[in-house]
């Protein structure tokens, strides 16, 4: 049977191609039902105000960091978006004395336009975000070594490369209105996908890769960092893969009710912890990852009942 066509993008996939049957039971949990769907190997975690969620992601930072040694390095794989967390990353390092001269940060993502990363010129950079929110902050005599700072490139093969003989404690995301992490979107509904979504087995084969953006990610960036001017939101970027995403030892998306909206993130929540995986949804592929957390700022998770404006 044919699934439903996108009602946002039609010849995409995403959420809105599901059965209704779980877009209406995700509608319908409250928060305490949420936080009634951790799991073995999934937990939810809720944050009474910005300060306490913001603090305890830039923390995750630190204890990551705080494990590497010259002989069995340590990094963290970090997302723009949300960014609050950055700044605080740095004056927690300056302040405790923390040397990060054994320690590695991979970026999620970049912009590419006509087959190439953007520079550290272009406004939306995000390897540009990441110097100037958190690691031009941090005191010379403490700062990570440049090299050990990788930011994925059109050609992904030294990015892939520097994951090898570095562990990743922990990789950190937001989610987007598609219900992506880093940008790994849905995909066109074209070719062999057209009547059916890759598999969760072929779409967590992929790589570090250039991928087209959704329509959807596209205008949520140009809202959310660009002033809702479209035109300067790139049509494609290099995204870390699921392959990379599983060398993680755990996977912590932080849900601050910026990005995404309160169905999108009762859906999500919903389908890791009932093992619904389906890659019209790629957050939901997470369901197949052995130890994910899903972190909430209360005042963030609303509510889907119908309210006019």
Avoid at 8 to 17: E, K
Avoid at 120 to 147: G, Q, T, V
Avoid at 253 to 272: E, S
Wanted: hydrophobic share 40%.
């Amino acid at each position: 049977m044919i699934r439903p066509y996108s009602k946002l993008a039609p010849d995409w996939w995403d959420y809105t191609t599901l059965d209704k049957e779980i877009l209406d039971d995700a509608a319908k949990l409250s928060a305490e039902d949420m936080l009634g769907l951790s799991r073995d190997g999934f937990k939810v975690v809720f944050y009474d105000t910005p300060d306490d969620f913001y603090c305890a992601e830039a923390l995750e930072y630190i204890e990551a960091w705080k494990q590497s040694t010259p002989d069995n390095p340590v990094g963290i794989c970090g997302p723009i978006g949300p960014t609050e967390q950055l700044p605080l990353v740095a004056r927690i390092v300056n302040a405790v004395g923390l040397n990060l001269k054994d320690s590695h940060f991979w970026g999620m993502d970049e912009w590419v336009v006509d087959g190439k990363e953007v520079s550290e010129d272009h406004p939306l950079s995000f390897a540009k975000a990441d110097r100037e929110l958190c690691f031009d902050k941090i005191m010379p005599e403490l700062a990570m070594p440049r090299e050990n700072t990788h930011f994925p490139k059109a050609d992904p093969s030294d990015y892939i490369m520097s994951w090898d003989g570095v562990r990743c404690a922990v990789m950190q995301g937001g989610q987007g209105d598609i219900k992506h992490w880093a940008f790994n979107d849905p995909v066109k509904r074209d070719g062999v996908y057209r009547d059916q979504p890759p598999t969760p087995e072929e779409y967590l084969k992929l790589s570090t890769r250039v991928v087209d953006l959704h329509p959807l990610t596209i205008m949520q960036n140009a809202r959310t960092s660009g002033g809702g001017k479209v035109d300067l939101v790139p049509s494609q970027a290099v995204t870390v893969g699921p392959a990379q995403t599983w060398r993680a030892e755990k996977v912590s998306i932080w849900h601050a009710g910026n990005h995404d909206n309160p169905f999108g993130q009762r859906l999500t929540t919903l389908m890791i912890a009932k093992r619904i995986a389906d890659s019209a949804v790629p957050m939901s592929l997470l369901a197949l990852h052995p130890n994910v957390q899903f972190n909430f700022y209360r005042g963030g998770v609303g509510t889907c009942e119908v309210s006019m404006h």
